[in-house]
């Protein structure tokens, strides 16, 4: 399917089922599917799931992003994100509820093309994942005149890399949302693009309610929530409709009256030596100690369970990081680490394994390195 039939009004009046990632063998042929768009995604056990949300939803989405990111009738949507991802395609149904129009980066990802890209279809607004923006910033590349919002998905933009984005005019937004909410919950407003960027706290969009439990854990509610899910058992696909008003995300947050401040995965805290560590927040450390030298995507760090202290934290970085480099920043780090949060030796490997998003593949990593690590204390 052509993305830009999502422009076609008929389109959306539509009661065909649809997978934008296709789906295997074909979708099943189930009543409950009608009127539906299907996203794949995994659940923790790893197997697959389809999160499936009505046209409404989605529309409903794009009608509030575009109220609160100021599009009208004359501005440009830019598309660079895979468009069979939710976060691509909220993009086009922005344009389409906006009556605008939508132009697509059909390239292979290039700073430099971007650019071009973003100055010949007068790009106004454009949704990019944290990696592309690193390597916009790195390229010292400056943002068009034209554009007006750069909201950023799919992982956190680090004080460091927004403010250097900013300096050389990239209008970054730092947004939180997720496939079960048909895109954004919750996105920093074009007012902030007058003042230092923070990370966090993310102002919540007004169309979503959220609260959280005891532990910490995010609870949306609103209509652009999922209509259910696609799940298979038994060798057979079956749709369990969601009934709840409140959805619980596997999200911690902390909710202020500025907005939300995401904490990191349920599942993804370990215990080390006693003590609750979320090591995917401890990699966005060793961005922070890189001051800029030490790019996104290019180091994390993962858990592997330990007898003693329970689970012991692995840097891993990729090739393109210098062994100087990485030592400088474990110093750095470790210069005020508490002992539980102390790390391992560095391990190097070729490539961090990422999804066509750009998104760490955790669970694949934590696996690899799990498999050549060797028992040893906690401790650099």
Same mark, same amino acid.
């Not at 008929?10 to 063998?25: H, I, K, V």
């Not at 939508?102 to 973003?118: I, S």
């Not at 990019?128 to 554009?147: E, R």
């Not at 005891?214 to 057979?236: K, Q, T, V, Y």
């Given at each position: #399917? %052509? ?16 997978? /934008? ?6 979708? /099943? ?12 995604? +995994? ?17 409903? +989405? ?12 004359? +501005? ?8 069979? $991802?939710?976060?691509?395609?909220? !993009? ?8 605008? @129009? ?45 554009? @007006? ?25 730092? *947004?939180?949302? #997720? ?10 407003? #074009? ?8 990370? %966090? =706290?993310?102002?919540?969009? /007004?169309?979503? @309610? ?7 854990? &995010? ?5 652009? &929530?999922?209509?259910? #899910? ?9 749709? $369990? ?5 409140? $959805? ?6 902390? !909710? ?20 609750? !560590? ?19 995507? *290019?180091?994390?760090? !993962? ?11 692995? =840097? ?5 990081? *210098?062994?100087? &480099? ?26 961090? =394994?990422? *999804? ?14 799990? @498999?050549?690590?060797? /028992? ?5």
């Amino acid at each position: #399917m %052509d993305p830009q039939l999502l422009n076609d009004p008929g389109w959306w009046l539509d009661e065909r089922p649809l997978a /934008p990632d296709g789906f295997p063998g074909g979708l /099943p042929d189930l009543p409950e599917l009608a009127g539906k768009v299907l996203f794949a995604t +995994s659940g923790s056990s790893g197997r697959p799931k389809w999160i499936a949300l009505t046209k409404e939803a989605l529309l409903v +989405s794009a009608a509030a992003v575009n109220a609160y990111l100021e599009v009208n009738a004359d +501005s440009v949507w830019g598309l660079a994100l895979p468009w069979h $991802h939710v976060g691509g395609f909220g !993009v086009l149904a922005r344009a389409h509820e906006a009556a605008c @129009r939508c132009a697509t980066f059909g390239l292979r990802w290039n700073p430099e093309d971007f650019r071009k890209f973003l100055i010949e279809n007068g790009v106004t607004h454009c949704s990019l994942v944290p990696t592309q923006v690193h390597d916009l910033v790195s390229a010292g590349i400056a943002a068009p005149q034209d554009l @007006r919002a750069v909201v950023v998905g799919g992982g956190r933009l680090t004080e460091n890399a927004g403010r250097a984005a900013r300096s050389l005019g990239w209008p970054v937004l730092a *947004s939180y949302g #997720m496939t079960e909410a048909g895109s954004q919950i919750a996105t920093q407003g #074009m007012d902030s693009l007058g003042s230092l960027y923070q990370p %966090d =706290p993310i102002p919540v969009l /007004p169309h979503w @309610r959220v609260r959280t439990t005891d532990e910490g854990r &995010l609870e949306i509610a609103g209509s652009a &929530l999922f209509a259910g #899910m696609l799940e298979e058992g038994g060798g057979a696909w079956r749709y $369990h409709a969601r009934t709840e008003e409140w $959805h619980a995300t596997n999200d911690r947050v902390l !909710v202020s009256a500025d907005g939300l401040t995401p904490l990191g995965r349920v599942d993804a805290v370990v215990k080390v030596l006693g003590e609750l !560590v979320d090591p995917e927040r401890v990699g966005e450390e060793l961005l922070e100690r890189g001051a800029g030298q030490l790019l996104a995507g *290019s180091c994390a760090v !993962v858990a592997i369970p330990d007898a003693r202290a329970g689970h012991r934290l692995v =840097p891993v970085f990729d090739e393109s990081v *210098s062994r100087g &480099l990485a030592t400088e920043v474990l110093d750095a780090y470790h210069a005020s680490a508490p002992g539980f949060r102390r790390l391992d030796r560095p391990v190097w490997v070729e490539n961090l =394994p990422r *999804s066509p998003l750009g998104k760490l593949l955790r669970r694949d990593l934590t696996d690899q390195i799990a @498999r050549t690590a060797t /028992p040893q204390g906690t401790g650099s």
